[in-house]
């Protein structure tokens, strides 16, 4: 079992640029979530997914970014024409079911200038 | 309102003593889990240790464990025997019942410091 991984790591954009992260969960779990964290704060609710679908879209989910998690495996997110304010550790993280507790990834790490 | 409160921006602790970082929840659900994650500067959300509402005894995980209070809504995790390795962020967490999600409520954070 590997984990939950991430990539990229680390990314830098300029603003109006289009970013995508990737995100792959533990083998078997049918639960995946993101989160956002801004520097000083905890992580808070972005989305998440039972097998493909995505169930819940928190509020600070604007237009701009989408999530999907096609055949309810990998997951991608999204963000279009970046903003400084998209500045943030996303993180992800799976879960066997519901009620299981959520491994997270080691993040990704967006910079935008 | 905050759902998870964590009063401690920053704490010290000596090599090989105990610490205990607070914790303190709101929920109306009767049903909740409270967790805490450890956060090195790499960046990795690492789980430590689950408690349930319904868990009647503290719950423990090697040098952690978990200080379970549920009239007084707090849930204080206890390092013992602390390591040079146990530098790095610490975050509560919460999931209420009530919500399909199950997704996790964090507070702000602590940020543990072990001096040798």
């Known amino acids: 079992d590997t984990g939950v991984s991430q990539d990229p790591r680390h990314k830098i954009t300029k603003r109006g640029q289009n970013v995508t992260f990737r995100c792959d969960p533990i083998s078997e779990h049918n639960r995946l979530y993101w989160y956002r964290q801004t520097l000083g704060q905890g992580p808070e609710f972005l989305t998440y997914?039972?097998?493909?679908?995505?169930?819940?879209k928190s509020r600070l989910l604007s237009d701009r970014f989408s999530a999907e998690r096609p055949k309810g495996s990998f997951s991608t997110l999204e963000i279009q024409r970046t903003e400084q304010g998209d500045s943030a550790m996303y993180l992800c993280?799976?879960?066997?079911?519901?009620?299981?507790?959520?491994?997270f990834g080691a993040g990704t790490r967006l910079s935008v200038l | 309102a905050q759902k998870i409160t964590q009063t401690q921006p920053g704490m010290f602790v000596q090599e090989k003593e105990a610490v205990t970082l607070d914790c303190t929840y709101d929920?109306?659900?009767?049903?909740?889990?409270l967790f805490w994650y450890k956060q090195p500067s790499s960046g990795e959300m690492i789980f430590l240790i689950y408690q349930g509402s319904y868990d009647e005894q503290n719950a423990t995980e090697g040098r952690y464990s978990l200080n379970f209070q549920k009239a007084r809504k707090s849930a204080n995790l206890v390092i013992s025997a602390s390591q040079l390795g146990d530098s790095a962020m610490y975050f509560c967490?919460?999931?209420?019942?009530?919500?399909?999600?199950?997704?996790?409520?964090f507070g702000s954070g602590t940020r543990l410091l072990v001096r040798p």
């Open positions: 993280a799976s879960s066997l079911d519901g009620t299981g507790t959520q491994y």
């Open positions: 997914f039972q097998n493909e679908a995505q169930l819940e």
């Open positions: 967490a919460m999931r209420e019942g009530r919500d399909s999600s199950y997704k996790l409520i």
């Open positions: 929920t109306s659900d009767q049903s909740y889990g």
